[in-house]
C-alpha cells in the first residue's frame, strides 16, 4: 500500500469511546476519517460535525464505501463480531474495543471463521501502549530486574459506572479486569491458574445486579510467576493505576499521573500533589493515540496486529476463569491459547 496517502478509516459508535477514536483519527496527519456510523444518528451527525466525517446509520454503508482501509469498532459489544466478519469479507483491517464478545464460545466461533485471513484485526486493550507501563514491559524483557517472579497491578475506577451500565456489562472480570488479564498477559503470556475472590462492600445497586463491587485476582504464570490484580469500582483519590514487576535483580514500578509534576510544601503537610487523573480518557490519551499509530503502521506494512484477536481470546478465557473461581472459591486451571489464525 503506497505511503504516500493518507489511510481513510470509518468508526462505529459515537458514544464516549467513539468520541476518543474519532477525536485521535481527525487530528493525526496520516489518517481520514471518513465515515461513523450510529444507528443513533444524531450521535453520529454531532461527531461527524466536529470531525470532518460523514455521518451514516448502518454497517452496510461503511461496507459499501469505496477505498475504505480500516474500521474502528467502538460500539456495543453485541456488534463486535458481526463487524469483524464483515471486514474481513470486505479484506478491510478492525480495530475493536474489548471484548471480543461476553460469550467465549461466540468469539471461538468468530476465530474460527475468520481464521487463514490476513486482514489486520487489533483489539482495543489500549493500556499496552501506555508509555510507563510500555517502558516497564520492555525493560523486564530486555532482562533489567532478572528473572520476573512478582506483577503486581492495581485498577481501581474513581466511581461506578452507571447501573444499566453495569447490567450489560458482563460482570467486573469481563468488563474491567479484562484490561488488567490482558496487561498480566503483556508480562507473562503463560498463564496456567486464576484465583478471584469478589466482594461487596460499598455498593447495593451492583450487589443487586449480582455482581461484585471489589475484587483480587491472583494467576500463576508457567515459570511460577505470581501475579495479583487488585480492582475496586470506587476511589476516593481518583482513577488509581500502578504496576509493579518484581524479579530477582530489583523492581520496576510506574505510579499513577497528575497534571504537573508540583509539590507543596508547608505547615500542613509536605510533597502535596494535585489529583491524579480523573479517568481512563485523560490517564490513557497518550495510549490511545499510540494504538492508533500502530494500527495504521499494521495496515500499512501488514505487520501482525499486537494486541491480536487471540490476546481478546485469552483476555475472555481469563474473565471466565475469574468468574468460575469466585463463584465457587476454587482456583480453575486455564489451557493457554494457540494461534487460531495464520
Known amino acids: 500500500m503506497s505511503i504516500d496517502r493518507r489511510l481513510r478509516l470509518a468508526l462505529f459508535g459515537s458514544g464516549r469511546i467513539g468520541q476518543v477514536h474519532a477525536r485521535n483519527v481527525a487530528a493525526h496527519p496520516d489518517l481520514e476519517l471518513a465515515l461513523i456510523a450510529d444507528p443513533f444518528i444524531d450521535g453520529a451527525r454531532r461527531l461527524a460535525a466536529a470531525t470532518g466525517a460523514r455521518a451514516v446509520e448502518s454497517a452496510d454503508e461503511v461496507f459499501a464505501e469505496p477505498g475504505l482501509d480500516g474500521v ?54 489500549n493500556r499496552r501502549f501506555d508509555p510507563a507501563f510500555a517502558s516497564v514491559q520492555a525493560r523486564v524483557a530486555a532482562g533489567e530486574v532478572g528473572r520476573l517472579e512478582q506483577l503486581t497491578i492495581i485498577s481501581r475506577d474513581p466511581a461506578p459506572a452507571p447501573r444499566d451500565y453495569i447490567a450489560g456489562s458482563g460482570g467486573i472480570f469481563r468488563d474491567m479486569t479484562i484490561h488488567d488479564l490482558d496487561m498480566a498477559r503483556f508480562f507473562v503470556p503463560d498463564i496456567t491458574e486464576v484465583t478471584a475472590v469478589g466482594t461487596n462492600v460499598f455498593s447495593s445497586d451492583i450487589e443487586e445486579l449480582g455482581d461484585y463491587d471489589s475484587a483480587v485476582v491472583t494467576l500463576r504464570g508457567r515459570g511460577g510467576e505470581i501475579v495479583t490484580i487488585t480492582n475496586s469500582r470506587h476511589c476516593a483519590f481518583g482513577y488509581d493505576q500502578r504496576l509493579e514487576a518484581f524479579g530477582a535483580d530489583g523492581a520496576l514500578a510506574a505510579g499513577n499521573v497528575t497534571p504537573t509534576t508540583v509539590r507543596k510544601y508547608g505547615a500542613a503537610g509536605t510533597e502535596a500533589a494535585e489529583a491524579y487523573q480523573p479517568f481512563f480518557l485523560e490517564r490513557y490519551a497518550q495510549a490511545y493515540q499510540s494504538e492508533l499509530a500502530a494500527f495504521a503502521t499494521s495496515i500499512r506494512t501488514g505487520a501482525p496486529c499486537s494486541p491480536s484477536f487471540d490476546d481478546g481470546v485469552a483476555a475472555l478465557i481469563l474473565a471466565n476463569a475469574a468468574t468460575e473461581s469466585a463463584a465457587t472459591g476454587r482456583s480453575v486451571a486455564v489451557q493457554p491459547v494457540t494461534a487460531g489464525r495464520d
Open 72 to 125: 474502528i469498532i467502538g460500539s456495543p459489544t453485541s456488534t463486535h463480531v458481526g463487524l469483524i466478519e464483515q471486514a474481513v469479507r470486505h479484506g478491510i483491517a478492525a480495530l475493536c474495543e474489548k471484548p471480543i464478545d461476553l460469550d467465549l464460545d461466540t468469539a471461538l466461533a468468530c476465530r474460527e471463521r475468520i481464521s487463514g485471513t490476513s486482514v489486520p484485526i487489533m483489539l482495543g486493550f
